[in-house]
């Protein structure tokens, strides 16, 4: 994205507090109040989003204590609460359809609030998963990495939903970790035939 402001064009940097402050030192003082307002608002989302990974990641670590895949989910309300939480369970109930985000919205019930809820999971969310979401009206998604699996980010796009990848390396480290050692059962998670 580029701001043109007389003679400057400035380039918008991908951490949106850089933009701010290049923003900032051409806009002067009027600009330095409205966007230092404007910093602390992105801070303070950015922080929720790290605050449910963090709720997402621990399911996921029950999982992997359970001898399952340490993939996790939590569903958030427009008020900010967790309304559900989940874990991919595959290996623990011999369920291939029980993954992280489906295990979490089947905890949260019959409810009517879909589309105004947030989903957050460690990893990008695979076909099935996204297809649930979709049909739900789920309208955004956080998902913690998609480096060591990308599932159908472009269909959340093609139907308008908001994704936001944290690129976060406690998950990247910890999947990754999981598939050196057990390449078998994460082959088996995403239906690559043996
Ligand atoms: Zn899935």
């Known amino acids: 994205m580029r701001l043109i402001n007389n003679q400057?064009?400035?380039?918008?940097?991908?951490?949106?507090?850089?933009?701010?402050?290049?923003?900032?030192?051409?806009?002067?003082?009027?600009?330095?109040?409205?966007?230092s307002l404007l910093q602390e608002m992105i801070e303070e989302v950015?922080?929720?989003?790290?605050?449910?990974?963090?709720?997402?990641?621990?399911?996921?670590?029950?999982?992997?204590?359970?001898?399952?895949i340490p993939i996790?989910?939590?569903?958030?309300?427009s008020s900010g609460k967790i309304v559900a939480t989940g874990h991919n369970r595959r290996v623990q109930n011999n369920d291939p359809t029980a993954h992280a985000e489906t295990e979490c919205i089947r905890s949260a019930g019959r409810r009517r609030d879909w589309h105004t809820l947030t989903l957050v999971s460690t990893l990008s969310p695979c076909l099935m998963c996204t297809g649930t979401a979709l049909l739900l009206k789920i309208p955004k998604i956080i998902i913690g990495e998609n480096k060591t699996f990308m599932g159908a980010e472009d269909w959340f796009e093609k139907y308008g939903v908001t994704l936001i990848q944290?690129?976060?390396?406690?998950?990247?480290?910890?999947?990754?970790?999981?598939?050196?050692?057990?390449?078998?059962?994460?082959h088996e998670d995403i239906g690559i035939p043996r």
């Open 8 to 35: 400057e064009t400035l380039i918008f940097e991908k951490d949106p507090r850089l933009s701010v402050k290049r923003y900032v030192s051409v806009l002067g003082h009027f600009g330095l109040y409205y966007f």
């Open 46 to 68: 950015m922080m929720n989003d790290m605050f449910f990974l963090q709720e997402a990641l621990k399911q996921a670590r029950k999982s992997l204590s359970e001898g399952g």
């Open 72 to 77: 996790g989910s939590v569903l958030v309300d």
């Open 166 to 186: 944290l690129n976060n390396q406690e998950c990247i480290d910890m999947m990754s970790q999981f598939i050196l050692k057990n390449q078998d059962i994460w």
